[in-house]
């Protein structure tokens, strides 16, 4: 059975800091997920990565995955408060209609 | 734009009755899913659909039923609510996509937040 560990699961930070949350995943993939959570929303997709090395950015979000190590991180770059959210990762196992296994979600409240 | 939509965001139930949960995709989506999510215990998967009149269990089905009779909308069905079920309430579809790499795209609809009293 697969399974999704993310940490911290939560998490406060200062304006401008940098930091990392961590997903790692127990069973070989080469397909992961970020999504976004705003509160009181739904989820939003972020970033797919599809191969080991694989590595996307956006803004002050940076995704890269290690299919080796089994492991995927999100470095948030001088965070602000607009990045105050809940970040999910989710793994794909494949092939065929398996759904995807989510982490529990890191909560992130950024603070001036 | 791709489409989730949720019948209600709100939803208040009694103990007992018998609630449905409807979701309606827009981009003919083959594979459809039910969600609860509760604080700290993240997403989990209730039902799931991969196509038209087909159904798998998920993680959680007990409870719980699904219904999928057209291809753009799948129903969650609490058969007698109970207040163990009072929880945000996600759906989701997808669809497989191919180019450079193939991966899943996967949509959220805006929730359904159910109180049972």
């Known amino acids: 059975e697969l399974k999704v560990e993310q940490n911290p699961l939560f998490l406060s930070m200062q304006e401008g800091k940098n930091y990392t949350i961590y997903c790692n995943y127990s069973t070989t993939s080469d397909r992961l997920y970020w999504y976004r959570q705003d509160p009181g929303k739904s989820l939003e997709s972020l970033f797919v990565?599809?191969?080991?090395?694989a590595v996307k950015q956006e803004g002050r979000l940076m995704a890269s995955l290690d299919t080796k190590a089994r492991l995927s991180t999100l470095h948030i770059t001088a965070a602000v408060h607009d990045l105050s959210a809940t970040y999910f990762c989710a793994v794909d196992t494949g092939p065929g209609n398996t759904p995807l296994v989510f982490g529990k979600g890191t909560r992130l409240s950024v603070i001036a | 734009d791709v489409k989730v939509t949720q019948s209600s965001r709100y939803l208040v139930k009694r103990t007992g009755e018998k609630v449905f949960l409807e979701c309606v995709q827009d981009?003919?989506?083959?594979?459809m899913f039910w969600y609860r999510q509760d604080p700290g215990l993240g997403l989990r998967l209730i039902y799931f659909s991969y196509d038209v009149k087909m159904k798998e269990k998920g993680d959680i089905p007990e409870g719980y039923s699904v219904s999928r009779e057209k291809k753009e909308r799948f129903s969650l069905i609490l058969e007698s609510a109970s207040t163990n079920q009072t929880s945000m309430y996600l759906c989701?579809?997808?669809?497989?996509?191919?180019?450079?790499?193939?991966?899943?795209?996967?949509?959220f609809g805006p929730g359904t937040r159910l109180t049972v009293t």
């Open positions: 981009m003919d989506h083959e594979n």
């Open positions: 990565l599809l191969s080991n090395g």
């Open positions: 989701a579809s997808r669809t497989l996509l191919t180019g450079r790499g193939t991966f899943y795209e996967q949509y």
